[in-house]
Each structure stands twice: as C-alpha cells, then as structure tokens.
C-alpha cells in the first residue's frame, strides 16, 4: 500500500486504516480491518476525498478487509453512485471469502467489478498482448 492512511475508526479500531492505492494510472484506495457502523464515516470521508482528486477508473482493494456489513456496503454503493456521475468505472478487489460473500447475500455484487487479487486487476488493466 502506498500514501497515507487516514487515521484510526471512529470506534477507535486500531486495525483499521484506508491508504491511497495506485495501480498505474488507476486510482483508488485500499481499506484494512473491520468495516461497519463504527468506521463507516471515516471510510466515506476518505472514498469522498479521493474520489474528488482523482480522475479516471477507481479502484478499492477489500484483501485486508476482516468483515463487512450493511454500512460497508452503503459506503461501496455511494462510491459508485458519486463515480456514475462523471461515467467513471469502479472496480474492486474482493477475493472469494466472506467479504465477497457478503456482496454476494446482498446482492449487490453484481454493481462492481470485481477482482480476486491486485495481480488479476494488472493483467486486465494491461489488456491483451
């Protein structure tokens, strides 16, 4: 993870962090640790923020992410609600696990890209050779 995390969650989790994640020209955030009610504003905040700075496809890597719930996914689909409006695509990396199983439940994963590692997503980015 490159850049700066953003600090600690408003329940003071000292495990969760959102860092700035560049994958070449793509822009986005990873996110580590426990997303729900307690850290769900300070994810937001950060999503809002780095989407406002940064143009084109936007990436939001979950690999870290221990567990998610229906504010995490609130925050996931505001993201790509406030990224439709300038028809900029977003992708994330869910690898298959509980996460994705909880977008899965939801159904909601239908909404996003989705990737199974950093590794997947670089090889797409790079198109065919």
Request: aromatic share 4%.
């Amino acid at each position: 993870m490159s850049g700066h995390p953003s600090g600690r969650g408003a329940g003071g989790d000292l495990g969760f962090e959102v860092c700035d994640l560049e994958l070449g020209k793509v822009a986005g955030v990873a996110v580590r640790g426990e997303v729900e009610l307690a850290t769900e504003p300070e994810l937001t905040a950060a999503l809002d923020d780095r989407i406002r700075r940064t143009a084109g496809p936007f990436v939001i890597d979950l690999t870290t992410v221990d567990f998610l719930d229906s504010c995490g996914i609130h925050c996931l689909v505001r993201a790509r609600a406030l990224l439709g409006r300038d028809d900029r695509p977003l992708a994330l990396i869910c690898p298959p696990g509980n996460v994705r199983r909880v977008l899965q439940i939801a159904a909601v994963d239908e909404l996003f890209t989705l990737y199974g590692s950093r590794e997947e997503l670089a090889r797409s980015l790079a198109g065919p050779r």
